[in-house]
């Protein structure tokens, strides 16, 4: 009786199915947008249930306003009266939401792409969890499951000029985990600012930030272990650790530690194998894959914690108010060093390589980073700039 098996979760691992859809945006390139089955897709096809998908956010854009179509974006500029052609600009502020969705459209289309098979073969590995068959239940697409998700606005600043040219972002550094991964951001303009800003969208060209998610999403082995083998060479990964920040200095939890640690995967100072299959090399894409989830991240910092670190409780001299929330350390972080303020040692503490075994078994999470640049603006601007952009006279 169908409705007997439920999905659990992505089939874990970096093999994915990319179908290629149109972003949608005026002037975009077409998308390649990353597709995991449900690793228990065998089972619901069988049992007559609608087979599952989940897809990787590819990007960042502006989320649309509550019941229209029109984007979530708006500035308050002011300006010294009377108003001229060059006017003497004063500062203003920008307030905006996005999210990691796809539009829905895309999502229906891709639905289609899977109901018909018209796309590429998935790779060898995950093609019997892909087995919808004609007169079978339309299959189902989602988002991949997030447990977090780490927001960020960079702003670009000109290499010359006035400056500051933007006062501060604010925004929750914990973005939305749900179906929209919504997140939003106000930005306070200095006078260069608000008249770069004007400039941009009179222009049709996007304000100067980008979004930054680091998405932890979560994929599940079914009923398989993967034992990952971890091997660390301390010296080494001291070396590549003091080329990110420099030994004494407060170590950077969140993206910057995890760039970091990722330098140390590719130089060979952290070694991932799987202990099923002894030394064999891994491939690389499964080794990076396996290398960024949360358990092998938390063991490899476990392992070397004392050797590389000099760890002291945090610090009760409250930060210089810069205007922007310092995002959330990551939680494989936190199980480590909890809020603990972390330097690097001068030199690392004994010798000889670390060894560790980590299974993972059931649901695994994994971090990956999406950018957006708001580009999407820009043609919405050239539409209608009065949905945007308010220009107020004082």
């Not at 991932?272 to 938390?298: H, M, N, Q, S, Y």
């Not at 009760?316 to 936190?334: E, F, I, L, N, V």
């Not at 909890?338 to 690097?344: I, K, N, Y």
Request: charged share 20%; with cysteine; proline share 11%.
């Amino acid at each position: 009786m169908p409705g007997s098996v439920l999905p659990t979760g992505p089939v874990y691992g970096p093999d994915a199915l990319v179908i290629r859809v149109d972003s949608g945006g005026e002037g975009r390139p077409a998308v390649d947008v990353r597709v995991w089955p449900d690793v228990r897709n065998a089972d619901l096809a069988a049992d007559g249930s609608p087979t599952r998908y989940y897809f990787q956010p590819p990007r960042v854009t502006l989320a649309p306003r509550p019941g229209t179509t029109d984007l979530a974006f708006s500035a308050t500029v002011m300006v010294r009266a009377p108003a001229g052609p060059h006017p003497q600009y004063l500062g203003g502020s920008c307030k905006f939401t996005c999210t990691a969705a796809l539009p829905g459209d895309v999502l229906t289309r891709m639905t289609r792409t899977l109901a018909t098979h018209d796309h590429p073969d998935p790779p060898a590995r995950i093609a019997s969890l892909f087995p919808h068959r004609n007169g079978a239940p339309e299959p189902e697409l989602t988002m991949l499951p997030l447990t977090g998700n780490t927001v960020s606005c960079v702003v670009e600043q000109p290499p010359a000029g006035p400056g500051p040219l933007f006062l501060s972002v604010q925004g929750g550094p914990g973005g939305g985990i749900g179906v929209q991964a919504l997140s939003s951001f106000l930005v306070s303009f200095s006078p260069a600012a608000a008249e770069a800003v004007v400039t941009r969208l009179r222009d049709a060209a996007a304000p100067p930030f980008t979004i930054r998610n680091v998405l932890t999403e979560q994929f599940d082995t079914g009923a398989e272990t993967f034992t990952v083998d971890l091997r660390v060479a301390p010296d080494k990964l001291h070396e590549v650790f003091a080329a990110a920040s420099s030994p004494g200095e407060p170590w950077p939890a969140g993206e910057t530690a995890a760039t970091a640690y990722r330098s140390g995967v590719d130089s060979g100072a952290v070694r991932i194998t799987r202990a099923e299959t002894g030394d064999t090399p891994l491939d690389p894409a499964l080794r990076t894959w396996l290398g960024d989830t949360d358990a092998v991240r938390k063991a490899v910092f476990v392992m070397v914690k004392d050797k590389l670190f000099d760890i002291a409780a945090a610090t009760d001299t409250a930060p210089q108010d810069t205007g922007r929330k310092d995002p959330p350390a990551p939680a494989w972080w936190s199980e480590v060093f909890g809020a603990a303020r972390v330097t690097l040692k001068g030199e690392p503490v004994g010798g000889g390589e670390l060894h560790e075994v980590v299974p993972l078994r059931g649901l695994v999470s994994v971090e990956q980073t999406i950018e957006g640049d708001l580009e999407e603006l820009a043609a919405a601007a050239r539409a209608g700039l009065g949905e945007y952009l308010t220009v107020i006279a004082v």
